[in-house]
């Protein structure tokens, strides 16, 4: 039976065929679904991690039960993992563990363009690459395979093309995996004191090359030869971008980026005239294959190192020459640009509104509340990975002392919060420090798309379970101020980002108003869409200001009008509020300083 799946959809059916008991992840685009589609499978226990260190320790934990288990998260996740996995290398396991990667290339969603095939290497382990949702599916099959043969965790490594992008694949039954479950106790290959750790380093050792030996006759490391004039050795989606540009090649592809067939590469190098490396973002098979020793015409000095490839690109970087069948749309009128942007009714835009208008500098984090940065409003200064927003402020304020207070605040998401933001608060308190943290809890890991987390009370399953309570946890951390706010009351907002901005010690100012999009918490909770006079507009672009999606500028209003007192004026057009956006939240109701739009049902703000 075939079936059409994403990338992301296939690796989840994959551990499922494979037998898997156990997955965990931390949601992050590209690699999100799969966690989400694996908690489809009955006979799979799946959890959102608080983060990816504590979604890998989980899964190796479940493995050494004699579980197979699978941990999946985006690339720059892996980094928040890297304690574990490393020391995994040394510890191996007893069920089959693969840990899937989610490169993006092209930065479609994420805050840098890092290859983390850099990271199988780093650890010793293995690395697969599929090319399709076919061989995404069989590589996890794989990967637990290889992972008990050799007693070593296997890094599955996809990209946002594979990820998410569908193909026919076809379905097998689940499996029952070989390994027993139970409880085995062996503190020499699992308590890494140094007396323990040395010995197994020796054996890492042995494995890799055990490893190198196993990849020359793994059939996913495959020769197609054709014109011998020409050979490229790529793997994963740069395999499907230089197969279409060159049908007429011949091809030395990579399933196993890590360790790499040496023989098979030199054997396939013996058989062109000229050898060419087709890879996204590193030279890592290039310099890897020069290492070996071989001779390669041209890789990283010809083939972009940043950004996607395409069939396009790679067939203009080796000949110069673009495909003549692709014929560039002819555009009349050219798209406008539709940069990205809070949704309507969003509980952040309030809250950045005021930041905006207070002018202190905003130490920001990943999530949603990222695109406080961009016009109009414009509130963020810094924003570098999951956390970061809490340690910058303490770092600001060590290094600024007394001249910092009450210029500068944190914006964390509760989903950061929880991922990364605890510890560098309790660092706050623990070290004296002061500024004012708010955390933005819109009850969703939103900008991913809506999974649930340890905050919101319901499982990846979606059951009902235990919520965090911000307040709770952050009074426990010693903090003594702590505020609750409805981000959608701007004047409240306000006073209370003023008065914890004036505090000499460390403050939290929960924000708590749900993502509009979020069906759980707005089920009868949307109001009527808000209205705008169009006698009473005076075209001040105060409600504009906000850069709500559901507000719209009309210039055919320009032109003199009368205002209700009488009094004759020009303006260059009305704001005008689409009604099947508008969401009643009330944020433009509260700017309006001329009463042009109709007061929010019951005269209440937001869905608090």
């Known amino acids: 039976m ?157 990209v946002t093309r594979i990820s998410h992008s569908k193909g026919p694949v076809e379905l097998e039954e689940r499996i029952k995996p070989p390994v027993e479950l139970k409880l085995r106790k062996e503190p020499t290959k699992f308590v890494m004191l140094p007396s323990n750790a040395r010995p197994r380093h020796l054996i890492v050792e042995e494995r890799s090359k055990k490893l190198k030996e196993f990849a ?126 809070m949704c309507p009714g969003c509980p952040h835009r309030g809250v950045f509104t005021v930041l905006k208008k207070l002018k202190v500098f905003v130490n920001g984090d990943i999530g949603c509340y990222t695109l406080g940065a961009l016009p109009p409003l414009e509130s963020l200064d810094t924003t570098v990975c999951m956390g970061s927003s809490v340690s910058f402020s303490h770092g600001m304020s060590r290094a600024l002392g007394d001249e910092g207070k009450g210029k500068f605040v944190s914006v964390i998401g509760d989903s950061t919060f929880l991922h990364s933001g605890v510890t560098p608060l309790m660092d706050m308190v623990y070290n004296k420090s002061y500024a004012t943290v708010m955390i933005l809890d819109n009850r969703i890991t939103a900008m991913t798309g809506a999974q649930d987390h340890p905050g919101t009370g319901y499982t990846a399953k979606g059951e009902p379970t235990h919520a965090i309570d911000y307040a709770e946890l952050s009074k426990a951390l010693g903090v003594n101020e702590i505020y609750t706010i409805n981000p959608y009351d701007i004047k409240e907002t306000e006073e209370i980002i003023k008065k914890a901005l004036n505090s000499d010690q460390v403050t939290v100012i929960i924000a708590r108003g749900p993502c509009a999009m979020l069906k759980r918490e707005m089920a009868g909770r949307t109001k009527k869409p808000l209205v705008i006079d169009s006698d009473l507009c005076t075209g001040c672009k105060q409600c504009i200001s906000i850069n709500c999606p559901a507000i719209n500028w009309d210039t055919t209003m320009a032109g003199e009008y009368t205002t209700k007192d009488g009094k004759t004026k020009k303006r260059k057009g009305i704001a005008r509020i689409v009604p099947d956006l508008c969401n009643g939240c009330g944020l433009c109701y509260q700017l309006c300083k001329f009463e042009a739009i109709s007061e929010p049902e019951e005269g209440k703000l937001g869905f608090i």
């Open 2 to 158: 075939k079936k059409v799946l994403s990338g992301n959809e296939a690796i989840a059916r994959g551990a499922w065929e494979a037998g898997v008991t156990y997955c965990a992840a931390y949601p992050g685009t590209p690699s999100s679904e799969i966690l989400e589609n694996a908690a489809t499978y009955k006979e799979m226990e799946t959890d959102w991690a608080p983060n990816e260190k504590v979604a890998v320790e989980s899964a190796l934990g479940a493995c050494l039960t004699g579980a197979r288990t699978m941990a999946s998260m985006k690339h720059v996740g892996v980094n928040v993992a890297a304690d574990p996995l490393m020391t995994a290398s040394y510890t191996g396991v007893i069920g089959g563990f693969v840990l899937v990667t989610a490169d993006d290339p092209q930065l479609h969603s994420s805050q840098n363009e890092q290859d983390n095939r850099n990271y199988a290497k780093f650890a010793k382990v293995p690395m697969l690459e599929p090319s399709d949702s076919q061989e995404a599916k069989d590589f996890v099959k794989l990967g637990f395979e290889i992972s008990e043969k050799f007693d070593t965790p296997v890094m599955i490594r996809t």
């Open 216 to 341: 020359e006759t793994l059939d996913i490391n495959r020769m197609e030869i054709n014109d011998t004039k020409v050979g490229i050795i790529t793997s994963g989606i740069s395999y499907q971008y230089a197969k279409e540009a060159f049908p007429e090649y011949s091809f030395l592809k990579l399933g196993m980026v890590w360790p790499m067939p040496e023989k098979l590469i030199g054997e396939f190098i013996n058989k062109v005239d000229k050898v060419y490396v087709v890879e996204e973002l590193d030279p890592f098979i290039e310099e890897n294959v020069r290492l070996m020793g071989y001779k390669i015409d041209h890789g990283k000095d010809i083939i972009p190192i940043c950004g996607e490839l395409s069939p396009t690109i790679v067939k203009k970087a080796i000949t110069g020459e673009t495909d003549q069948k692709v014929v560039e749309p002819i555009i009349e009128d050219p798209i406008p640009p539709r940069p990205p942007n």
